[in-house]
């Protein structure tokens, strides 16, 4: 359900005055070296396959520092290219949302609009990129590294940008309808309260990279968390509270991989909202 935290400064806005997005995707189509990674990057314009080592070689690329990487925990530097002029180029606008699918079974709905914004002094979205001849170190959790592509960002805070929207081992970023508009089956039932609808977004951007609710999303990491039962069927409220802000805390298992929500990351009124939510689902299966 969580990846883990980070943030910096950024001149992203530098880099998309000197290179177009055309000829980004220019320069994008030229030969590729047999050890390059492909992104797969699928907007209305239609889709195109990114080459690592050609993305590598565009004057947009620059080393970026991340203080306090989401990934690996610790201070990272990264080769990286601006996101938004490769989005913009594929046709994607603020309205859109964006999937983000990791080789890992993590996938993610991401706003366009965070994704495309180049504000100064605001989040700004970079493409970290697994240089094929040098690769990032292990994660912590010995899952490989990170790359081939990372979701990072610069100045996170300002966007209110959480640590599941920094998706690791990227393979695809693609255009697709809202969730709710998506899977009918995530929304609350009719007579929810507002604590329940507004538990739908929480669940949307925390718990739906990793889990699917009723047999709705797409990732393949966690359980389904209503189908065949709720966590709040069988946790007591206070547990279940405790579970979520610290699962080692109650139980641990071999390759455990949720770690806790922080409460910088899930306050309080939205971790309650959560609850609501699936309470509301719970009765209504």
Not at 27 to 47: C, D, K
Not at 73 to 91: D, E, H, I, N, S
Not at 109 to 119: H, K, V
Not at 126 to 147: C, S
Request: glycine share 8%; hydrophobic share 50%.
């Amino acid at each position: 359900m969580l990846r883990f935290e980070g943030f910096a400064a950024s001149r992203a806005a530098e880099c998309r005055q000197r290179l177009p997005a055309l000829l980004l995707l220019g320069l994008l189509a030229l030969a590729r070296p047999l050890a390059a990674a492909e992104l797969e990057v699928g907007g209305p314009a239609g889709s195109r396959r990114l080459d690592s080592a050609v993305l590598l070689a565009t004057p947009a690329t620059q080393d970026i520092d991340v203080p306090d990487d989401v990934a690996y925990g610790r201070p990272m530097r990264f080769r990286a290219v601006p996101l938004a002029p490769l989005l913009a180029a594929a046709g994607f606008t603020a309205a859109d949302t964006v999937e983000a699918v990791a080789l890992d079974g993590y996938v993610a709905q991401l706003p366009a609009a965070a994704l495309l914004s180049d504000a100064a002094d605001g989040a700004q979205a970079w493409l970290a990129i697994e240089p094929p001849d040098t690769p990032w170190p292990k994660l912590p959790r010995g899952e490989g590294t990170a790359g081939p592509f990372y979701l990072v960002w610069r100045e996170p805070q300002a966007g209110g940008i959480t640590p599941e929207q920094w998706p690791f081992q990227l393979a695809v970023l693609r255009r697709v309808a809202a969730p709710a508009e998506r899977w009918p089956a995530l929304n609350p039932p009719a007579g929810a309260g507002s604590d329940a609808q507004r538990g739908l977004a929480v669940f949307v951007q925390h718990c739906l990279p990793c889990h699917r609710l009723n047999g709705a999303g797409e990732a393949t990491i966690g359980p389904d968390l209503n189908r065949p039962m709720s966590p709040v069927e069988y946790f007591r409220p206070d547990l279940l509270r405790r579970y979520l802000r610290e699962p080692a805390a109650l139980r641990t298992w071999p390759g455990q991989g949720m770690p806790g929500f922080a409460e910088s990351v899930l306050p309080a009124a939205d971790l309650e909202a959560l609850l609501a939510y699936l309470a509301a689902m719970a009765a209504a299966r």
